[in-house]
C-alpha cells in the first residue's frame, strides 16, 4: 500500500504534516492573517498620527506658553513671602522696642516708691546705733535713731524697738504706730504692739477696760495675716497661748515659726523651745533618762530640763554646765529663763545660773 492510502485511511487527523522546521502548518494562514492585519492596524496608527503632528505640536506650544505666562505668579509668591518677613521684622523690632519702654517705666515706678538710698554717712550711724542696741545700751541707740529720723522716716520701727529695750513704751508705742501708717514693717510692728500689751498686763498699776492679752493675741493674729511669712509674730503668740495654757496650739505656732525661719540663720532659740514645750507636756516617768552624747545645745538644754522634772539636779548642772560653755551669755541666760525651767530656779544646785548680773 502507497503512502497515500495510508494517509486517508486516518480519519479525524486535524492538522497537516510538519514543514520541514517541524512546527504545524495547520494555522500558518491563519497566522499569516493576523500578521498582515497587525500590519495594516499600526499603517493606519502611523498615518494618523502624522495627521495629527500639526494640531498636537501647537497644543504643546500653547501649554509651553501657558507655563511660560505662569512664571510671573512665582515672582509674586516670593515678593509675598519677602513683604511678609520685612512686615514680621517690623513688628519684632516694635514690640522689642515697647518692651524696653516698658523695663525703664516699671524702673522708675521702683525709684519713685522706694525711698532714698542711705548715704554713707548715714548707714554708718545706723549701724553704729544697732550695735549699741546689740550691746545692751537701748537709751543710746534711740538717741541715735532719732536723729536719723529726719532724713530717713524708715527707721520708726527700729526707735521703737530701742525704746522697747530701753522700757520708754509711751515713744515705742508712738513709733510702732508710725511705721504702720507708713505701711512700713507693719507685720513687725504689730508684733511688737503685742508686747507692749503683754507688758500692760503684768503691770497691776494699769488698769484697761480691755484684757490686755486678748489685746495682744488680736494683734499677733493681725500680724500674721498681714505678713504670712514672718515667724516672729508666730513665735510671740506660741509665747502667749502657752502662758494661758493652750500648749497644744502653742507648739504648732512653734511649728509654724520654724517653718518660716531661714534655714541658714540658727535660731536656737525656736529649736530649744518647741522640745521644751515637748518635753513640758510628758509625765517624769516618760521623760528620756540618757544623757545626749553630742555638744549641741539644742540636745543639751532640753536634757537638762528633763533632769530638773526628774530631780536629777546634778545632772541638770553639768548640762547646764556644757551648754552654757557652748552659746553666747545672754542667749544662754534667755533660753534657761524660759517658763519650764525658771519654775526650779530656787533649787539650790542651780541657783547660780539665775543669779542676776
Do not use: C
Amino acid at each position: 500500500m502507497s503512502e497515500t492510502t495510508n494517509e486517508s485511511q486516518r480519519p479525524g487527523r486535524r492538522f497537516e504534516r510538519s514543514d520541514r522546521s517541524g512546527r504545524s502548518t495547520l494555522f500558518r494562514p491563519r497566522v499569516l492573517a493576523s500578521h498582515e492585519a497587525l500590519k495594516r492596524s499600526f499603517a493606519e496608527a502611523k498615518e494618523a498620527a502624522s495627521e495629527g503632528a500639526g494640531p498636537k505640536t501647537a497644543s504643546a506650544e500653547s501649554g509651553a506658553g501657558e507655563i511660560k505666562g505662569q512664571r510671573p505668579g512665582w515672582m509674586v509668591i516670593g515678593l509675598g513671602v519677602a513683604a511678609i518677613l520685612i512686615v514680621a521684622l517690623f513688628v519684632g523690632v516694635g514690640a522689642y522696642a515697647m518692651g524696653q519702654a516698658s523695663g525703664r517705666a516699671i524702673e522708675r515706678t521702683a525709684h519713685e516708691r522706694v525711698p532714698a538710698t542711705y548715704s554713707p554717712e548715714q548707714m554708718t550711724v545706723l549701724n553704729a546705733a544697732l550695735e549699741k542696741l546689740r550691746g545692751g545700751d537701748p537709751s543710746a541707740a534711740v538717741s541715735m535713731l532719732l536723729n536719723l529720723k529726719a532724713a530717713l522716716p524708715s527707721v520708726s520701727y527700729l526707735i521703737a524697738l530701742a525704746a522697747l529695750q530701753d522700757g520708754n513704751s509711751s515713744l515705742a508705742t508712738a513709733e510702732a504706730e508710725k511705721s504702720i501708717s507708713l505701711k512700713e514693717r507693719v507685720s513687725d510692728s504689730l508684733a511688737l504692739l503685742a508686747v507692749l500689751e503683754t507688758q500692760k498686763a503684768s503691770d497691776r498699776t494699769q488698769l484697761a477696760m480691755v484684757d490686755p492679752r486678748r489685746r495682744a493675741e488680736s494683734l499677733l493674729r493681725e500680724a500674721i495675716a498681714v505678713d504670712p511669712a514672718n515667724p516672729y509674730p508666730h513665735f510671740e503668740l506660741a509665747t502667749l497661748l502657752r502662758y494661758q495654757g493652750n500648749r497644744q496650739e502653742a507648739l504648732q505656732e512653734i511649728e509654724a515659726a520654724k517653718a518660716r525661719l531661714n534655714p541658714m540663720d540658727s535660731h536656737l532659740v525656736m529649736d530649744i523651745t518647741s522640745r521644751l514645750l515637748r518635753l513640758e507636756s510628758l509625765a517624769a516617768a516618760d521623760l528620756p533618762p540618757q544623757e545626749p552624747s553630742t555638744n549641741d545645745p539644742r540636745e543639751l538644754l532640753p536634757a537638762a530640763y528633763a533632769a530638773m522634772k526628774r530631780g536629777d539636779f546634778d545632772q541638770a548642772a553639768e548640762l547646764l554646765r556644757k551648754t552654757q560653755a557652748l552659746m553666747d551669755r545672754e542667749l544662754f541666760t534667755y533660753l534657761i529663763n524660759d517658763p519650764a525651767m525658771r519654775r526650779f530656779a530656787r533649787e539650790p544646785r542651780l541657783a547660780a545660773f539665775y543669779q542676776e548680773k
